[in-house]
């Protein structure tokens, strides 16, 4: 934080943690929250100490020193520790994403072994040899940790803790383990890349199962070489590099991009206290739960798009000054944008179309050389490259709904929406002006806090800077134009699979450093200017009237999970059956995976999500039978491959699962050719949801049996 005593953003928190005894407290108490948490999962939770430990040896020694190494032939190092930090995670990301595509066509995982290792040591060697070794020297301390940066940390490692880890109790201490369904899928496409890429479905000829996979591939490394569990990587260690990659990233973020960087823990921890983007309920923050819950990677997915913004920055600088390293920040922006769209393609498309957009409103205004426009084309065609040819090859199956678009679809989640309306028709109001009124709603909710700097900040930037009153900076034009981009694309998608809240979170995590550069600005003003003083003083009082209605949501959304997790770690918890597996389908799983080829194809008649009387097998929603997958360690079968296929080509799920029922129909004497024909090893029968009967035959051998699960080899 900056240190002049007229700064109104000095009072409150700040103040009080200026004293180094308070300060050194809230450091020391930060410090111990990490052990401690690591401590509650190993005793309460059963999580293995060693996995830990060789989770973590992973991320340092595959990822991290890696990309350390890196970043430093390559010259770009970074003044700033944090900003060395989140270049370098993604860099060792992108290595490991690449060494992995190389590795599949080898026949032997060595590469995948030994490349992480050898650049970590290459790494350590040189930086004991370095006259920049920060061990040789003191270029940190524990001291100079700002409290708040310390706090924010915390908070979020807390939040990932209680709505991830210490909701998942393993099936090994509970009769009954309940388990989020986005979740069991991405566990099952990490078991499928251990194995193998790209994920064929074996139901349907051509099939390529498919998904935004870079972070499954990273999390898959380990569950491939050292045979690691998914779960684990996802469940107990993902809550820790969760923390890492979100906070280092949105720090190193306010860092860089921040005209007072000392503000960067203060701004880093207002973000967490606003609890952008509350819609769906009271307290629960959608944007909060995608990004540190981290479903479907979301929360990766922001990180490396705030990190693109800062390799932006640095790319175009050098460019400018025609720095000898800027064709070295070209290809770290080109992998970037690459990482960016294989972990979240949505967030990709917001940066390079931003990009473009950036690059054009220069060229009109004379802002921009048209040489500057070469460099998109090898950009542009890196995301094409990984958007189309990983994400979108041919035969692909990729659920999604009817309809592309659907304007303002996203409001009718918000549980303000249908009082509102009501009261609107109550009083009379058209059609017209009531979506106005719900637009303007939605706005105040998805921004919270920054509703009021944002929406004047970005205004008045956009006609100072049209009209040349202000300098046309391209780093932060793009923040600009991503933020119109996202918000745009979340109002016109259709809500499908929330496909569009993707957009939206670049969106949402772009307004705090708009608003802040809104404030920085009045604040620069304020000595020559009685109405900037006003302005200034107005919008720091709207918003700290705002932040303490936000702080008691996300406190309340803490302690509800808080007490979800205690709840949860209680083994003899009943959990709906349709939406758990039990310690009975939890041993047949473990037997399958100790007994059978890694390679075996198994089918499921596993009904996950719903009763059988509300079944309805067009609907891919309720073909989620992912469970099995998961604790079988194995490659896919009928759920992985129903439940991505898109509604519009909801006969062919039809007639896929039509055929997968013939397996379980006594009746049919030929259900033994069908397996072989299909490639089934095994049939799994789930005495959990219906009777079953005894389907031995002379191709069907039971080779299993427990209170919940028979399980049939098949002859041949």
Known sequence: MSSNPKNP?????????????????????CALVFPILGVIGITVYKISASDFLLAFSFFFFYVQFPGLYLLKRAGLGQKHISVTLAVSLFIGWGFEVLVYFINDVLPTDFLLYISGPILSCLYCLELIRSKDNP??????????????LCLFV????????????????????????????????????????????????????GRVINYHIFTEILLSIPVRL?????DFMMLSFGPFLTTYAFCISVYSFFKEMSSVPKRAGAYSLLLLLSNIYITRDESTSLALKFALENDNSAGYGIAASLVSIVVFKKWYESFEAKASNRWSYLCLLILMLMLTTGIKGPMGAVIIASSWGTFMLGMILGKISPKLLAPMLPLTASFLLVYMGVLRGKGVSNASGESIFAVAKIV?????????????????????????????????????????????????????????????????????????????????????????????????FLSPIVAFWFIEDLEAKRDRSKAAKFALNA??????????????SITNYMGRSYRGAVKASNAKAKHNKYLSISDDEYEAMRWLMENTDEDALLATDRYYSVPLDEYDVDNRWD?????????????????????NIPDRESELRLEMI????????????????????????????SKRFTKAPDLANKDYKLCYTNKDIDIYKIAG
């Open 658 to 685: 039509k055929t997968n029922r013939q397996l379980y129909d006594v009746e049919n004497e030929q259900r033994g050719d069908l397996a072989r024909e299909l490639g089934v090893d095994y049939v799994v029968v």
């Open 135 to 148: 061990l040789k020297r003191r270029g940190f301390r524990f001291s100079r940790l700002s409290p708040l």
């Open 412 to 508: 009718d989640i918000a549980f303000w929406k249908k009082p509102l309306v009501e009261g609107l028709k109550a009083i009379g109001m058209g059609a017209a002006p009531r979506l106005a009124v719900v637009l303007l709603v939605f706005m105040v909710f998805f921004f919270t806090i920054y509703f009021v700097p944002f929406c004047v900040g970005y205004i008045r930037e956009l006609i100072l800077v049209v009209f040349g009153r202000k300098e046309f900076n391209p780093p932060r034009v793009l923040v600009y134009a991503a933020s119109a981009v996202g918000f745009v694309l979340l109002m016109i998608m259709n809500y499908s699979g929330h496909s569009q809240v993707y957009f939206g979170l670049v969106t949402a």
């Open 9 to 29: 953003l000095n009072n409150g928190l700040n103040n009080c943690l200026n004293n180094d005894v308070l300060s050194n407290a809230v450091r020391l108490l």
């Open 623 to 643: 073909n989620r039978f992912f469970l099995y997958a998961v604790y079988s360690n194995r490659f896919t079968y009928i759920s992985g491959s129903g439940y």
């Open 226 to 230: 050292f045979g690691m569990t998914s």
């Open 154 to 205: 915390t908070l979020v490692m807390l939040y990932c803790a209680l709505n991830v880890q210490f909701r998942y109790l393993s099936p090994e201490i509970a009769k009954l383990t309940m388990m989020n369904s986005d979740k069991a899928y991405h566990l099952g496409l990490i078991n499928a890349l251990s194995h193998d890429y790209p994920m064929i479905s074996p139901w349907v000829a």
């Open 539 to 552: 919008t720091l009082a709207l918003m700290a009237v705002c932040l303490i209605a936000t702080t008691i």
